[in-house]
T-cell receptor
Framework: AAGVIQSPRHLIKEKRETATLKCYPI?????VYWYQQGPGQDPQFLIS???????DKGSIPDRFSAQQFSDYHSELNMSSLELGDSALYFC???????????FGPGTRLTVT | GQNIDQPTEMTATEGAIVQINCTYQ??????LFWYQQHAGEAPTFLSY????GLEEKGRFSSFLSRSKGYSYLLLKELQMKDSASYLC????????????FGQGTTLQVKP
C-alpha cells in the first residue's frame, strides 16, 4: 500500500540558510500535518492543512511557512535556520481529519 | 494547559506482559492514541480510544478512563522487536486532528 512520502530524507544546512521539506500524502488523503521532533523529545505539532487551507497552527516559528498544493502535497519552508532547528520533521496524512494519521519516514534536518 | 505524562523508561522480559500508563490533562478531548516509534523512524499507529473501556488488538490492548484522565497500553507475550518508544497522544478540543504527544516511554525487552 502507498505510504506518505517525504523528501529529502536527510538535509544538512548551515545557519541562516533556507530549507524546503516536501510531503506527499497517501492518495485520497486530504489532510496533512507537520510535526517537529527534537532529539529525545516528543513530536511537536507545527501546522496542518485540510483541502489546501491551513486548518490549525501550533508552535511554528514565524521563520517557517507551509502550504498545501492542488495535488495535496505540502511543503514546509524554513528560513534563517538556527542550530535549534535541527530535528526530525514528520509529515502525516489522514482522510478529513480522520482517526488514524499515517506518518511519513521523516526528514532529518541538521543545521551546522 | 496541556499535560500528558508517561514513565520515561520501562524494562520487561521477553514473553511477559507490560503495562504503560498515561495520564492527561488537556483542554477538550476527542480521543487518545498510542503510537510505537523505533529510534529514528516514524511513529506507527497502534490504537485509538474515545470511549471508556478496553480496546483489544492482538497482543496489544488499550484502556481509557475519561473521568480519570487515564489510559494504559498493555503489551502481551513480549517480543524483542517490541523494544521501542511508546507515545501516548491526545486529540484535544480542536477538530482539526492535531495530536498532542506525551514524551514517550522507552521500553526495553530483555531475553
Amino acid at each position: 500500500a502507498a505510504g506518505v512520502i517525504q523528501s529529502p530524507r536527510h538535509l544538512i544546512k548551515e545557519k541562516r540558510e533556507t530549507a524546503t521539506l516536501k510531503c506527499y500524502p497517501i492518495p485520497r488523503h486530504d489532510t496533512v500535518y507537520w510535526y517537529q521532533q527534537g532529539p529525545g523529545q516528543d513530536p511537536q505539532f507545527l501546522i496542518s492543512f485540510y483541502e489546501k487551507m491551513q486548518s490549525d497552527k501550533g508552535s511554528i516559528p514565524d521563520r517557517f511557512s507551509a502550504q498545501q498544493f492542488s495535488d495535496y502535497h505540502s511543503e514546509l519552508n524554513m528560513s534563517s535556520l538556527e542550530l535549534g532547528d535541527s530535528a526530525l520533521y514528520f509529515c502525516a496524512s489522514s482522510k478529513t481529519s480522520g482517526i488514524e494519521q499515517y506518518f511519513g519516514p521523516g526528514t532529518r534536518l541538521t543545521v551546522t | 494547559g496541556q499535560n500528558i505524562d508517561q514513565p520515561t523508561e520501562m524494562t520487561a522480559t521477553e514473553g511477559a506482559i507490560v503495562q504503560i500508563n498515561c495520564t492527561y490533562q488537556t483542554s477538550g478531548f476527542n480521543g487518545l492514541f498510542w503510537y510505537q516509534q523505533h529510534a529514528g523512524e516514524a511513529p506507527t499507529f497502534l490504537s485509538y480510544n474515545v470511549l471508556d473501556g478496553l480496546e483489544e488488538k492482538g497482543r496489544f490492548s488499550s484502556f481509557l478512563s475519561r473521568s480519570k484522565g487515564y489510559s494504559y497500553l498493555l503489551l502481551k507475550e513480549l517480543q524483542m522487536k517490541d523494544s521501542a518508544s511508546y507515545l501516548c497522544a491526545v486529540m484535544g478540543s480542536s477538530n482539526t486532528g492535531k495530536l498532542i504527544f506525551g514524551q514517550g516511554t522507552t521500553l526495553q525487552v530483555k531475553p
